[in-house]
Nanobody, 123 residues
Framework: QVQLVESGGGLVQAGGSLRLSCAAS????????MGWFRQAPGKEREFVAG????????YYADSVKGRFTISRDIPKSTVYLQMNSLKPEDTAVYYC????????????????WGQGTQVTVSS
């Protein structure tokens, strides 16, 4: 069983930055693929970024590429999402996800999800 706890959300002005954190309880954290999804009101949940178990491969949605960076601190069992140049359209609840199968993370069918953290970007 894996528990994921997100933090770091909040209210920021357009152009600002936030860093989301996701602390995982996984015993073998380094063997999990990790990712971030988001869901805005009235919209479908969408993939934001993913980091596969090796840590060398990262993937981003086109809408955040060049602005967001996903990273992992294995000793701390924590994954981060650094969000720069935020836009109002980035406003959503952000969810941390994990699975030992990377394709499930990318597909949004990961076995483990956090409770979500709200990010609001004002114009």
């Amino acid at each position: 069983q894996v528990q994921l706890v997100e933090s770091g959300g909040g209210l920021v002005q357009a152009g600002g930055s936030l860093r989301l954190s996701c602390a995982a309880s996984a015993r073998f954290f380094s063997t999990y693929a990790m990712g971030w999804f988001r869901q805005a009101p009235g919209k479908e949940r969408e993939f934001v970024a993913g980091l596969w178990w090796s840590g060398d491969n990262t993937y981003y949605a086109d809408s955040v590429k060049g602005r967001f960076t996903i990273s992992r601190d294995i000793p701390k069992s924590t994954v981060y999402l650094q969000m720069n140049s935020l836009k109002p359209e980035d406003t959503a609840v952000y969810y941390c996800v994990a699975d030992q199968i990377s394709s499930k993370v990318r597909a949004g069918t990961a076995g483990y999800w956090g409770q979500g953290t709200q990010v609001t970007v004002s114009s």
